[in-house]
């Protein structure tokens, strides 16, 4: 059940309108999620900075999607798993990696599951990772400080999936070829 707007440039509030004009040029239509985000600018404007700051880090483009596909799924939220398990094919994430993730597995590829990993300990120990945890992100070829740019994912990612899952935001059809349940994941 929908329980925000889904706000437009005309309708949000004028401290939101830069960012979603920003946003829809990037992605040229204004996803769901950021038109929820717009009923607050608070939230938007601080989730367009933590994101443009973690897009702009060191994971290249196929790493970034592992990340927050990870988080999407660990958190159970169907619209972040639709969206991103859409970008990462996009992407050009093999679709066994996609549903490995999706179905709650490691990805195949060793470095992406290093990833995947730790990705999955942060978010289920609530930052509170094992040394065998950090060894094995950093033996798959990491640095340390990408550990902390992990840390950025994560939030960034928390804030899209907390806000889409109180909110009920819809899928848009861009995304529903990919949509997925909890449930479904839980069974495979």
Not at 40 to 47: A, E, K, M
Not at 142 to 159: F, N, P, R
Request: proline fraction near 5%; charge should be negative.
């Amino acid at each position: 059940m929908q329980r925000f707007t889904l706000q437009t440039l005309e309708s949000a509030p004028e401290q939101s309108r830069p960012a979603l004009a920003s946003l829809t040029e990037k992605f040229g239509f204004l996803p769901n999620v950021m038109a929820t985000m717009a009923n607050n600018p608070v939230l938007l404007n601080g989730f367009v900075s933590s994101f443009g700051s973690f897009h702009g880090g060191s994971f290249d483009e196929i790493e970034k999607q592992v990340l927050l596909l990870t988080n999407a799924v660990t958190i159970r939220c169907p619209w972040t798993v639709a969206a991103h398990s859409t970008f990462a094919i996009e992407d050009g994430i093999a679709p066994s990696e996609v549903k490995a993730i999706r179905d709650g597995r490691l990805p195949a590829d060793p470095k992406y599951a290093a990833l995947s990993a730790l990705t999955k300990a942060l978010i289920e120990n609530k930052g509170n990772v094992s040394d065998a945890d950090i060894d094995a992100f950093t033996s798959a070829g990491y640095s340390k400080a990408q550990i902390l740019e992990v840390v950025t994912g994560v939030g960034v990612s928390t804030m899209a999936a907390t806000t889409t899952n109180v909110a009920g935001t819809p899928i848009e059809d861009r995304f529903q070829a990919q949509a997925w349940s909890p449930i479904a994941a839980i069974a495979a």
